[in-house]
Structure formats: C-alpha cells, structure tokens
C-alpha cells in the first residue's frame, strides 16, 4: 500500500492551499458594504489604554480588533507598541527577532520592513517592502492570514496600501503578485525534494561521515528508500546529498506512456555518484 504523504497528496494539497490563498487575497481586496476608512492619525488612538475606543492593529493596510490579546499589546504589554500605530505591522515575530524587534526600539514608526528583514538600521525602519524577496512576501501574506483568522476585521487605512476608495493600491498588488510568486517557489522547492528527498547524515571522530537512505529520509514518507547522490543546482556552489529512486520510469516522464527504462532517477542530468560508493548502495561511508 503506498503511503500517505507521497507525490500526488502533498502536490494536491500545495495546489489547494494555493486556491485557498488566491481566494482570500481576492476577498481581502474586494469592497464591502459600510466598510470603514481609517486615517493613520485615527488608528493612532486605538492603542487599548484608559479613555481609547478600542485596541487595534493594522497589518498591510487592514485594521483587526486585538481586544482579544489584550495582554499582549494593551499599554505596558510586551507587545504594546504594535498595536494601531502602523499602516503594515508584523506583530506576531520569529524566536529570532522576538529580541531583536522590541517595541522600545520601533514605537510610533511604520518598520515593517525591519520585521522581516532583521534590520534595526534607520535605513530598515521603514514601511517601503518593493524590494523584499518572493519569500519575505509569502511570510506577511502568511501573517495576515493568522490575523484573518484569529481577530476581529474592522476596517482599512488610506495610505501606502489602500486608497480613499477603500480599494487596494498597486503597491499592495505588488506584494500579493510578490507572494504569489513566493507560493510558486515553495510548490516547486516540495515538488523537487518530494523527487529528492534530503539524505541521512551522521559524523564522528572515530568513524568519519556516512550518509544513507531510508524510506523517510529528509522528513519525506514514501515507500521507497534510494540511494546517495550529489544533487547539482544552478548556481549553487557545491552539491547537496538526495535520495534517489533506482525502480520505475523517471519522475518526469509524461503519465500514462510505456516505460522507456526501469532505473527511477537513476540517470538525471543533475545527479553524481559518490566516489568509492557502490552505484546501488543505500548507504555510503567514508571513514577518516
């Protein structure tokens, strides 16, 4: 029986979490009856203290009620700075820059780009993301999503991101098209190591290194094990060790046409053996 988690699941379930994304960008951005416009200078006063009306946050132009988490971002919260200060906030940070990003150190300012970036230099501190990778993009689509899901949506804010109308500015179909294309690398990176899966790997000082296949080497499950390759990428400086399937026709053989060989992805372009290492070995030593 094959396992669960092979090729066709995870592609199927990349493919749907796909249309799901491109769904909700698509409600996101689509206008609603009574919506409500915010200024920046008025968002400003929902910082959650006595006598505020309320305790928003902003992330990429839409406004969320955080009364929930008031712990986190009410005055004096550890989070305080984030709330209702920014056009686009990422307020939800990696272990990395939970101490790195204080809200001392960006209070009153749109740093966007510093929550994805790490860059706490005037030069980071800032809200301009053009030029932040298809990956970086896919992150703060994936935080808006968290808050989407989590809080309460209350409205937008004219600036960067949406204007008076209420509808989105290029620069936000910037960042979707940005995050689109970060999904895409992602489908392609699964799909590659779904064909590849990352070998075992193991070193001592009195043994020296070893590399070998299992059948869920690289987190990969799948009911065949394979054998130690060097994986060549373009424009990579050194190759990285796969697991390669040595049965059936190539993976990227089209579907339904007759076997033209029986040796898996044996005879990829990209692949290398090991040298010393039998070309059918699960696993390679090399001792010191």
Request: net charge positive; charged share 20%; hydrophobic share 35%.
């Amino acid at each position: 029986m094959r396992r669960l988690g092979g090729r066709g699941l995870l592609l199927g379930l990349a493919a749907a979490a796909a249309a799901v994304v491109a769904a909700r960008w698509m409600g996101w951005w689509s206008g609603r009856a009574g919506l409500r416009l915010f200024v920046p200078e008025e968002l400003a006063r929902y910082r959650g203290g006595p006598g505020d009306p309320g305790l928003y946050l902003a992330l990429l132009g839409r406004v969320y009620d955080v009364s929930s988490g008031r712990r986190h971002y009410e005055p004096g919260a550890h989070y305080s700075g984030f709330a209702a200060f920014s056009e686009f906030i990422q307020a939800v940070l990696s272990p990395v820059l939970h101490s790195a990003l204080r809200p001392s150190n960006i209070h009153r300012r749109d740093a966007s780009r510093a929550f994805v970036t790490g860059d706490r230099s005037e030069a980071g501190l800032v809200d301009d993301v053009s030029d932040l990778s298809f990956s970086e993009a896919l992150a703060l689509q994936n935080w808006l999503a968290f808050y989407e899901k989590n809080y309460e949506f209350v409205g937008r804010v004219i600036g960067r991101f949406y204007g008076e109308d209420g509808l989105p500015t290029p620069e936000l179909m910037q960042v979707e098209a940005m995050a689109s294309r970060g999904a895409e690398v992602g489908r392609r990176a699964l799909q590659e190591k779904q064909k590849f899966p990352p070998c075992n790997a193991e070193w001592s000082s009195s043994r020296g290194s070893r590399l070998w296949c299992s059948p869920d080497s690289g987190g990969v499950s799948r009911d065949w094990a394979g054998v130690p390759r060097k994986l060549y990428k373009p424009g990579a400086k050194e190759p990285h060790c796969v697991c390669v399937r040595t049965t059936g026709p190539p993976s990227d053989q089209t579907s339904g046409l007759p076997a033209l060989t029986n040796r898996g992805d044996l005879d990829h372009p990209n692949l290398g053996e090991y040298p010393g290492c039998p070309p059918l070995a699960i696993t390679c030593p090399f001792p010191l």
